[in-house]
């Protein structure tokens, strides 16, 4: 017997998680099906009916060697429905994983489970952190984590055969700290919805002319491309601020950003995620202003300023057409939206 006593039942009036009883064994090895073999990286005839019950045992043994690793079977209305259990992996730390059986899943069971566990996690055997590592092709299961509560961390890189399925090149971290408001509060509620919405890279750039109509262009270190000046905006950072830093980081020049001239979706290209390209209107200037530039070496060769014929020669199409959507929609006033460049 554990010096904690027995494991427990816990409930939340649908699903209830309770110790493996050895009946459950032969539900269990049934209800593995080409879902589970799936994710779990094992064929379905791996599951016997001796290979369950030993691990029944070991499930036993470790709650009795100091709750190391608790496995509880999942039931609904008195039937086994699937399995779960937090095994713990570091000082404070405990690692989930569950599963539903075949002709169990798209009801909800899963998602309550996990979130019984978890809680169980923190509040019964004092873990700081639960966390689940999650194969990003795996939508259904990082839908059960972030609905119980668990908030997305990030992508992990893993090198091939180090998660359960040999293919796997990455896994999604989600986790919950004990720390965590519930997400029945507003704060946690917004916290847990922060974490898993899709989160654009925005750019802002700056157009500036000279006394002739010309365009400022820089000319980059890191690619052989000309462009407008600015650069990627920070994190909680203004856009229009943003831009006006880049450019005197940048050229050391003090321009200060006017309104939006264009709002420009880039695509994923060229190993970059999709992002959105901000246009400000710089304003006209004198062209000796360049006399006073100080260029940051490691992002900028050289600055000039440029006909439409010459951003046409020495800029990348979609860059081109960027700069000439913006200076049509300085002729035209108002603001503008392009995709890659076209309207």
Known sequence: MSEHGPQPTLTDGVVVLRPWRDEDVATAVAGHDEEIARWFGWPVDAIT?????????????AYDAGRTRVSFVVEHA???????????????VGSLSWTLYAGARGQGFATRAVRLLVDYAVEALGLQRVEAEVDPRNERSLRVATRAGLRREGVKRIAPGMADRADATAVVVLARLASDPPTTEPTGFRALLNSFLPRKRAIAQMLVRDTDGRVLLCRLTYKNDWDLPGGVVEVAESPQEAVSREVEEELGLQLKAGPLLL???????????????????????????LDDA????????SAQFCTLEEIREQCADFTARRIEAALRTLD???TAYTESGRS
């Not at 100080?294 to 060769?301: G, K, N, P, S, T």
Request: aromatic fraction near 10%; hydrophobic fraction near 40%; include cysteine.
């Open 49 to 61: 009916h001796e290979r369950h019950r030993q691990a029944v045992e070991a499930w036993r043994a």
């Open 78 to 92: 008195g039937t086994v429905v699937g399995s779960v259990e937090v095994r713990r992996v570091a000082d404070g």
């Open 263 to 289: 709002t420009d979706w880039l695509p994923p290209w060229g190993g970059w995620d999709d992002a959105l390209c901000l246009v400000f209107d710089g304003g006209v200037t004198d062209a000796s202003v």
């Open 294 to 301: 100080v260029y940051q070496a490691r992002e900028i060769r």
């Open 332 to 334: 035209g006033g108002g």
